[in-house]
């Protein structure tokens, strides 16, 4: 897991390390029951206001895995790393948000269950969101995401807290 993490984060820094600060919003949010299904902490900047890229962490374990349609093996976990691209359309401090991106799955332990396997989920989403004018404030969000599981079409329903800073 600390592999993996440390090449996503490694990644991240590289490919948006040269944007210019001065156009940048940066955000943190703890997020529940989105992209990374249970709940997730976030870290977001917004490129030229409107645009927000974001990477997250989240995990579930066995006991947890049961609300989602599938019991994980006993004592296993996952890792769940949303990569997401967005685009906010309105005005103010109210906007309707659009994205898309990718979710690493990460299985702790080894398993011979085809449902427990490493890999990679799409995902996209349409939400509300509101966040401070001034560069200081508060983030709220409230989205409705896609996430393609078990060949089957989900719809997850998420919200939002944070901080803009």
């Not at 990644?11 to 990374?36: D, R, S």
């Not at 691209?85 to 005005?91: D, H, M, P, R």
Request: with cysteine; net charge positive.
């Amino acid at each position: 897991m600390n592999k993996l993490f440390s090449i996503c984060l490694i990644c991240f820094l590289i490919l948006f390390g040269t944007i210019n600060v001065g156009w940048t919003k940066n955000a943190i949010y703890f997020e529940y029951a989105g992209t990374a299904l249970n709940s997730s902490i976030n870290y977001e900047f917004l490129f030229q206001n409107d645009i927000p890229i974001r990477i997250g962490l989240g995990c579930i374990n066995a006991k947890q895995s049961i609300n989602f349609g599938h019991k994980f093996s006993e004592n296993q976990e996952l890792s769940l790393i949303p990569l997401t691209i967005g685009k906010l359309a309105g005005a103010n401090q109210h906007n309707l948000e659009l994205g898309a991106g990718i979710v690493v799955k990460y299985f702790h332990l080894k398993s011979q269950s085809d449902k427990e396997k490493n890999g990679l989920l799409l995902s996209a989403l349409i939400g509300c969101r509101y966040q401070s004018l001034k560069n200081k404030g508060l983030l709220l969000r409230l989205t409705l995401r896609y996430l393609p599981t078990d060949e089957k079409l989900k719809l997850y329903t998420g919200i939002s807290i944070g901080y803009l800073f």
